[in-house]
């Protein structure tokens, strides 16, 4: 079974600053998935990264995918309060969960004013 | 567009009780999941149907029955509700295994 391991689990900053989470696995994933889910809602896909060592951004969101293709990173710069939500990874690849996709279980992150 | 739309967003139900959480998508996509999400434990799968006419058993099926009634629809049952299926159910649909997920807004379930 793979694993993928998230942290920190929760974090809370002051707006303007910047924050790093991170998604780590022992397993190799063909494709590593980023989500944001804010309350009441269904987590919305961010990203997705295929190649390793790959890096996205999306406005003030860098991801990047390990060269190895065993972990990845969000980095937020100069965060904002619309930017809290619970960020989840998931893994894709042949030895994933039965759907194909493995989900980590999340970082709580909280932007204050 | 419409998505992903799950029926009903709350539900209590007594232990015992059985219901069905209807999911519906309009995206003509070919799988569909149902996953549940408890505090600390992330999302985890219950059932899914890779294609119409095919379901599949997740990480925890225990309790749990689904009918994959045709493309669009996919429904998740609880037979005889116990406590421990207190949670937040989502349905989610892909175009196939390990592509991009639409989720759903949830349901949130309190069996007491």
């Known amino acids: 079974t793979q694993l993928l391991e998230q942290s920190p689990q929760f974090l809370s900053i002051q707006e303007g600053e910047n924050l790093t989470v991170y998604c780590n696995s022992s397993s190799v994933f063909s494709s590593l998935q980023w989500y944001r889910q804010e309350p009441g809602e269904g987590p919305v896909l961010l990203v997705t990264?295929?190649?390793?060592?790959e890096v996205k951004k999306l406005k003030r969101l860098t991801f990047q995918f390990g060269d190895a293709r065993k972990d990845s990173s969000l980095h937020i710069t100069a965060a904002q309060p619309g930017d809290t939500g619970l960020y989840l990874c998931a893994g894709g690849g042949s030895g994933g969960g039965a759907d194909g996709l493995t989900f980590g279980k999340g970082t709580h992150l909280i932007i204050q004013p | 567009n419409a998505g992903v739309t799950q029926t009903p967003k709350f539900q209590v139900l007594k232990t015992g009780q059985s219901m069905t959480l209807q999911c519906a998508q309009d995206m003509n996509h070919n799988s569909m999941y149902w996953y549940r999400q408890d505090p600390g434990m992330g999302l985890r799968l219950i059932y899914y149907?890779?294609?119409?006419?095919?379901?599949d058993k997740g990480e925890v099926p225990n309790g749990y029955n689904v009918s994959r009634l045709n493309k669009r629809e996919f429904s998740l049952r609880l037979e005889s509700a116990a406590p421990s299926q207190t949670s937040v159910y989502f349905c989610?649909?892909?175009?196939?295994?390990?592509?991009?997920?639409?989720f759903g807004s949830g349901t949130q379930l309190s069996v007491l």
């Open positions: 989610a649909s892909n175009q196939g295994l390990r592509e991009k997920l639409f």
């Open positions: 149907s890779a294609s119409e006419g095919t379901t």
């Open positions: 990264v295929v190649t390793g060592g």
